[in-house]
């Protein structure tokens, strides 16, 4: 029940982060869209935690595995390496 809670909670920030996008679209006047996009930025990052508290390091690392992207090979690690001195002299 707790997981199940945890997962909500964090569907419910995503939405609200997603909200964001649809309040201009609503008819509201300039200070009203900003106090609401304020509110929906605090209301999903408050979700956001508490999500991250109960469901644990395990979900944060499955988050952060989807983040992430391949490293490409960069050029430095095909190039002979060069001494701070060889650097300096150039």
Do not use: H
């Amino acid at each position: 029940m707790l997981k199940t809670t945890g997962y909500i909670l964090f569907t419910i920030s995503c939405l609200s982060f997603m909200m964001i996008f649809v309040v201009p679209w609503l008819g509201f006047s300039k200070m009203q869209i900003a106090g609401i996009t304020t509110g929906l930025i605090i209301v999903g990052e408050v979700l956001f935690y508490t999500s991250l508290i109960i469901l644990g390091r395990s979900f944060w690392d499955k988050i952060i595995g989807k983040l992430k992207f391949r490293k490409a090979k960069s050029i430095a690690n095909n190039l002979p390496e060069q001494t701070d001195q060889e650097l300096l002299n150039k």
